[in-house]
């Protein structure tokens, strides 16, 4: 038994659905290079903040050697 319109036969033909299923938001190309484009800005801030380290580090260190220059002299 199929189901028909009122009155109507179904005629023997099947109905047909066309569709199209999408990729998941994660293969999508917007979202890979939103992804690539955070972890870019992260290794970035990763070097950044490794620089700034090490700069303050030299600035302590030279210090340091300028402190202990000045307190040789004095002796």
Known sequence: ??????????GGEPAILEFTVTAPHYR????LGMLGAAAGFAAYWIHC???????????????????????????
Not at 1 to 10: I, L, P
């Open 1 to 10: 038994m199929k189901a028909a319109g009122e009155g109507r036969d179904s």
């Open 28 to 31: 999508r190309g917007w979202f």
């Open 49 to 75: 903040s490794r620089h700034k380290r090490a700069l303050a580090l030299e600035r302590m260190r030279m210090q340091i050697a300028t402190d202990l220059h000045d307190e040789r002299a004095r002796d």
